[in-house]
């Protein structure tokens, strides 16, 4: 299937994962579903995140697609293969990370792992209809993951049900904590513009939930979502602008890195200003809102025809770019609205707080019978 660019078996006998391929595992190259770096030569080693799925048993036995270069958002890739959603044929399957979300959808691994710079992970879950979970930022060990050097990326793993996310994370995670006992909280509806079908999905797996709710709002996420852009460009830029000169970087990335090498000293001034901003105003909500909410995209996923454009469809990660910016953990939850299409419900918690986060997740689904625990 297109999802997968790589079969293998490698490991224990525990649980099936797959990895995306900006994941160095030791004797294969990591090329980032990028024409450009189709003759790069084997990782000499495991990424860190790689060594611990084989210390929890788990078995790897594949490598999995992605938006080129891990910078798009629709999954499309003219040269690796564009994963196909198979929950939703015909939409896209989201990215950067998409061939990780598809496997999952697919019944292909038990989990998989994805890494999640502007919504990376959770983007492509929404669309695909599964978990997606971006740790606190810096929690996951991430040497040997593409690029090297970043203040927004985060590993995180996919998976079909709450326990398998969770039991994927005490693998990558060997810090995660027994997820503490969850009966009531407080949850802060954050104000934000959605379509109506999506925003009435979300609302109505809240109000069933019985949980206590109010409503928030964050003045600066606009900015946040405009600075984590600056700043996924400069790191991006810095990471892999020197493939252009190969000319075999795919027209539409390559048109993205050609603009953020302009990206001046300034704006990035400016971009690690409202970071602090907008961190501190996260962070006082959820002095009152342990947890907060939000949808996860504003809109279905697109279909594929209609999502040629990568930089006119970047606003399906207007809910989920400004949490990479402040660094605090995410999950999205999968459900659908009216027209049988996924939305996300997507939580977000303190730096930290990654088990209340998973906790409240589990109590919420608990509470609405889900067979999605």
């Known amino acids: 299937m297109t999802m997968v660019i790589e079969q293998m078996k490698l490991g224990g006998t525990g649980l099936k994962v797959m990895v995306k391929d900006t994941i160095d595992i030791s004797g294969y190259p990591t090329r980032a579903s990028s024409r450009a770096l189709q003759d790069v030569g084997p990782a000499p080693q495991n990424a860190a995140v790689v060594d611990a799925l084989f210390n929890g048993g788990c078995q790897i036995i594949g490598k999995t697609v992605l938006h080129e270069l891990a910078f798009g958002t629709t999954g499309i890739n003219h040269y690796a293969g564009t994963a196909e959603n198979p929950r939703y044929p015909g939409h896209i399957p989201g990215g950067s990370s998409s061939g990780s979300a598809a496997a999952v959808a697919a019944g292909l691994c038990d989990f998989s792992l994805g890494t999640d710079t502007g919504g990376s992970v959770r983007i492509p879950a929404c669309c695909c209809g599964v978990f997606g979970f971006k740790p606190t930022f810096g929690r996951i060990d991430r040497r040997g993951v593409m690029p090297a050097q970043t203040s927004l990326d985060c590993v995180g793993p996919f998976a079909g049900s709450l326990s398998l996310l969770i039991e994927a994370m005490r693998i990558i995670d060997p810090s995660l904590k027994p997820l503490p006992e969850v009966e009531s909280i407080r949850i802060g ?45 400069r790191e991006t830029w810095n990471a892999c602008g020197h ?18 090498a302009q990206t001046s000293d300034a704006a990035l001034a400016d971009a690690e200003q409202v970071r602090t901003i907008f961190t501190a105003e996260v962070d006082a909500v959820l002095e009152r809102f342990p947890i907060l909410a939000l949808p996860t995209m504003p809109d279905y996923p697109l279909r594929l025809e209609d999502a040629a454009d990568t930089r006119a469809v970047l606003g399906m990660t207007a809910f989920v770019r400004p949490f990479n910016l402040s660094g605090h953990p995410a999950l999205t939850i999968p459900f659908e609205g009216e027209s049988g299409l996924p939305v996300g419900l997507q939580l977000i918690a303190a730096k930290g707080a990654d088990e209340l986060l998973l906790a409240v997740a589990g109590e919420l689904l608990r509470r609405l019978d889900s067979n999605l625990l």
């Open 189 to 233: 509806m954050v104000s934000v513009e959605a379509s109506a079908e999506v925003q009435r999905a979300v609302d109505a797996v809240l109000d069933a939930s019985g949980l206590t709710l109010g409503k928030v709002q964050l003045h600066s996420m606009q900015a946040a979502y405009d600075a984590g852009m600056v700043m996924i460009n």
């Open 243 to 260: 493939l252009l000169d190969s000319g075999l970087v795919a027209a539409d990335v390559a048109g993205r890195l050609q603009a953020a």
